[in-house]
Every structure is written in C-alpha cells, then in structure tokens.
C-alpha cells in the first residue's frame, strides 16, 4: 500500500506542555485508521498540525510523497487533504447548499465572478450525505447536531479530498444518527476514500477503521488492528488513568 | 434580458432620481448631492468590511489619499482633472495596499484599530509634513471643478453613484459574494474549503480603496476644496461606519438607503435643533433602529418584496 499521508517526529508545544512529543505515523492510500486517546493526548492537534491551522515546532509531513509543511492550509486542501471540526462550524447566515457551495468554490477570483454556481451538483452532495431538498435551503440554525455533523461532512466532501481528517463526527449524536453517519462512511470508504478518525465512541468506530493508533501525552502507544489496540494494557491504563 | 430582470429595481430606482430635479428645489438637490457621497463612501466601506467582517476605521485615510494627490495635482500642478482623477484612484489603491496589506493579517479589533491609526497619521501628516505642499491645517481650496450647478452635480453625483451601486451589487451576487461572506462568518473554515483568504481579503481591499479613491476624488473637486479636518474627522469616520450599518450592512443596497436616510434626517433636524445636538437626536434615532431592525434598514424592503413579491412555487421542484 503506497503511503498517502506520512508525519515524521512531528513535536508541538504550548509554553511547558508538549502536546504532541515526536509522533510518527503513516497512512496508506485507501486505509481507514482511528486515532485514538484520552482527553488532551494530542489528537485534535495532530488534525491542527496536518491542516498547518497550527505551526509544528519540528517534524515533517508527506502527502503524496510530497513535503508539505512548508504549504499553507489552502494549498492542502487544494493537494487533497479536508476536515471536519470536533465542535461543527458551518457558516451560520446561508443555507446547506450555500455551505456546500463554499466547498465547492474553485481558489480562482476571475472563476468564481464569471462562472456560475453548479447548483445540481450542490443538491447531489446535499443528497448523499442524506439531505433533502427541504433541508438544502434551511439554515443551520434550523438543523440538529447530526445534520450540522452531515452539513460539516458535506462540506469537506465537497472539496474533493483523497485524505480526510474526521475528528469527534459522533459526538453529540443520537444512536441513529450515528448508524447515518456510518453508512455514510462506509459507503464512502467503498469508493475509495481514505479518511483518519478521531473519536471517543470506540465502538461505532470499530465497524469503521483498518487500523487505530493510540496516543497519550503527544506520543504513540501502540497500533494495530482495532481488538489489539484496545485490549492493551497500556491504552487501558492511559484511558482508566491508572 | 436575464440582467434586465436583475436590475429592475435598480433601473426604476434610476428613474424616479433622474427625474427627480424637475421636482424639487436645487437647495434640496445639494443634500441629494452629499447623500450620493455619503453612498459611495458608505459602500466602499461595505464592500471590505460589510462583507468580510475586517471593520475598517481607516477609510477616511483611503478617501483623503484620493483627495489630496488629486487637489495637490490640479494646485501646483494645474494638471487636468482627467488625467489627476484617475491618477488618484490608482493613488489610493496602490497606498492603501501598501499600508493595510500588513493589516489585512490581523482579526477584529486589533484590524480596526490599525486603521484607526492609519488615519490618525494621515491627519496629523498632512498638517506638519511639507504644508506648502497639502496647505497644511488650512488645506488647499479654490480647486478646479468638474461640473458646476446643483443639477449638473446632482446627475454627476448620481451617475457615478448608480454604476458603482450596480457594479458592486452584481460583484456581490457572484460566487465571489459568497467567499467573501464566508470569511466573516469563519475564516478558518474558508480556508479549510481551499480557499486562498488573504488573496480574497485584498481583492475586496482594492475594490474598496478603489471605489474609497473615485469617491473622494470627486467629492474634492465637488467641494472645491480639501482640509483634514474636514476628512480624517471622527464624525466623518462615523457618519460612513453609521450610513452603512442603519441600511444593512453587506448588502451594498443597505449602505445607499443608510446614506439617504442619514443625510435627510440631519437635514430635517437643522432647522429644530441648531449645532451638535441634533447628533444626539441621530444617535438616538440610530440606536433605536439598531436594536428593532439589527440587520438594517434594508432587511424592511427585503421583508416588504417577500410579503408583495414573493415567487411562486415552482410545481416542478420537490
């Protein structure tokens, strides 16, 4: 499996506290992994460090063989790398389709003035994330958290990725809405897309992940499969604090 | 025949003001005439902050770049307001980018009041740093004018008025109106959809300065004269920031309705309450608006067409 994204001895601190101490990890083309932890292990911001929504103090990052720490976060997402929010964050005054047209928009100013908006493939993504019309021209304030979580979702679908950095989707979420988002993802991963997971509810994501790479205090523990991962002793510690 | 349909309002708005002078005195006509200043200013200012969110206390300094290079121009130069007018604009866009690029880096208040101090520089500049050049405290006057009359300047005024209304109210309806109104919702997540912010921040920076430039240039040679305290004042600063805000910020038709409203309702106090107490009455007035009708002025005709001329129901859509 050629390796899509690869993070070598990436470190970040904030002032005494290292949130992520020389953390390496690699994810194939077509892989599904989990990240997993506790609170503050660092997770969150490894996802800020792949973005470049937060400077690494050292380290590397590959995406395609490329180095790309050098790039600003527009430019990898143009390469292929999107993600969702742990907290949703769409833009509160347009529509779901307004959203998903934001994620669509081409980085081009003479494009976006003189072309017009490809409103049938807005509805399309709308679509498969499981919106209806009806709801494509509602506003955020007007949905609930497992829409806004497909809204987010759609949104970063909408910019093309290969990569896709998932942190907490399940939060907040009720049982089936969880078992949507699943689908969603499943489906997705059938066609190819590779995709990082962050999240607490270890169990919806298990059906969901290749591989998990657990984490505590900004540093790997141990990866493996899902079972392997979590019937570690020290991943349980880390989780029971004990 | 798909911009006609667009347009209609703008084009019937043109309309009744073109006829306008065979109605009214060419004393009311001058209040026109400061109300379609006080919309270009207004919308210039819109079109950064409005849209983007980047609150720009500093437009009084785009408008008195304008000003200044074109009346120091036409003073000392006797250059044509042709070739000054024009020089200005681009004047504007190339200082105040120069200037506000760093600017544009920063969020929130911190932006605001870089600006601020951009147009504090410039008022004191003008006044100690080679005067025999700007007229220092006392400026320049006895500049040369484009038209001369109430009418001609009302037309003039409205003309350039109306095309950048129009201009700006289509640039706004692009998918680029869309970007920009992203960034000030969460420009973290414009940049997480691939978009280049800083890039769009400094094309609607230019388009500002740009039509900051045109606006002020004119006005110069409107008044015939230039003095900064008459542009890098507080009240000045206020009077755009206000026009903007009381007729619907981000919506470009809001700031000309907030700049009619504004001037109209000053000129009705004069006459009951002398001096700076009919600002308190304005002051009043706004705040009053602001808290029944946050979203401008403009959000009541927006509710009005919803209510009058709302489109049918498309029987083919689910």
Redesign the interface.
């Known amino acids: 499996m050629t390796d899509l994204l690869e993070v070598r001895d990436l470190t970040r601190t904030f002032g005494g506290l290292r949130a992520v101490n020389g953390l390496s990890f690699h994810v194939g083309e077509g892989e599904t992994v989990g990240l997993i932890g506790p609170n503050g292990a660092g997770k969150t911001t490894v996802f800020n460090l792949i973005?470049n929504?937060l400077r690494p103090d050292s380290g590397e990052i590959f995406f395609k063989g490329e180095a790309i720490s050098r790039y600003?976060?527009?430019e990898r997402?143009?390469l292929g790398i999107?993600?969702t929010?742990q907290v949703p964050?769409p833009?509160?005054?347009?529509t779901v389709g307004?959203n998903i047209?934001?994620?669509m928009?081409p980085?081009n100013?003479w494009k976006?003035?003189?072309?017009e908006?490809e409103e049938a493939l807005e509805t399309e993504i709308g679509r498969s994330v499981g919106f209806n019309?009806h709801q494509i021209a509602q506003r955020p304030s007007e949905l609930a958290m497992g829409d806004l979580r497909r809204l987010e979702l759609a949104?970063?679908l909408?910019?093309q990725p290969s990569l896709l950095l998932l942190d907490e989707v399940f939060a907040g979420l009720t049982l089936g809405e969880i078992d949507q988002i699943s689908e969603l993802l499943v489906e997705r991963k059938k066609h190819g897309l590779t995709y990082v997971m962050v999240s607490h509810d270890l169990r919806s994501m298990a059906p969901l992940v290749d591989r998990v790479i657990a984490i505590s205090f900004g540093e790997i523990i141990t990866e493996g499969t899902f079972n392997e991962v979590v019937n570690n002793k020290t991943v349980q510690e880390a989780y029971l604090g004990q | 025949m798909w911009l006609l349909g667009q347009l209609r309002w703008w084009l019937l708005f043109a309309l009744g003001m073109s006829l306008l002078p065979l109605f009214i005195s060419p004393g009311t006509l001058r209040i026109f005439i400061f109300a379609n200043f006080l919309a270009m200013f207004a919308m210039s200012w819109d079109i950064l902050s409005g849209r983007t969110g980047y609150i720009s206390f500093g437009h009084p300094f785009l408008i008195g770049i304008a000003g200044y290079t074109t009346a120091m121009l036409t003073y000392h130069l006797n250059w044509p307001l042709y070739i000054t007018i024009p020089t200005a604009v681009v004047t504007t866009m190339i200082g105040g980018t120069l200037f506000f690029l760093p600017a544009l880096r920063i969020r929130g208040t911190y932006f605001a009041l870089v600006t601020l101090a951009f147009m504090e520089l410039m008022y004191h500049s003008m006044q100690v740093v080679q005067p025999k050049l700007t007229g220092g405290t006392r400026g320049l006057s006895g500049l040369p004018t484009l038209v001369s009359g109430a009418v001609p300047n009302y037309y003039l005024s409205f003309l350039v008025m109306f095309a950048i209304g129009v201009g700006l109210w289509l640039?706004i309806r692009?998918?680029?109106g869309?970007?920009l109104?992203?960034i000030r919702?969460?420009e973290?997540?414009?940049?997480?959809?691939?978009?280049?912010?800083t890039?769009?921040k400094l094309?609607a920076f230019m388009v500002s300065a740009m039509v900051a430039g045109i606006a002020g240039a004119l006005y110069t040679h409107y008044l015939g004269s230039i003095a900064p305290r008459g542009i890098f004042e507080i009240n000045f600063l206020f009077t755009i920031l206000v026009a903007a805000l009381l007729g619907g910020a981000g919506t470009i038709i809001g700031p000309i309705i907030g700049a009619y409203f504004l001037t109209f309702l000053l000129e009705l106090l004069r006459p009951y309450i002398p001096g700076a107490g009919r600002y308190l009455i304005y002051g009043v007035i706004a705040l009053v608006l602001y808290y029944y009708v946050p979203k401008g002025l403009y959000s009541l005709f927006e509710r009005l067409r919803e209510r009058f001329f709302r489109p049918r129901p498309d029987p083919q859509?689910?």
């Open positions: 973005m929504e600003p976060t527009h997402v143009k999107a993600r929010y964050r833009f509160a005054e347009m307004e047209r934001v994620g928009l980085d100013l976006m003035v003189t072309e908006a019309n949104r970063t909408a910019v | 640039l692009t998918r680029l869309i970007a109104s992203a919702m969460d973290d997540a414009v940049r997480s959809s691939g978009l280049n912010t890039r769009l094309f859509s689910d």
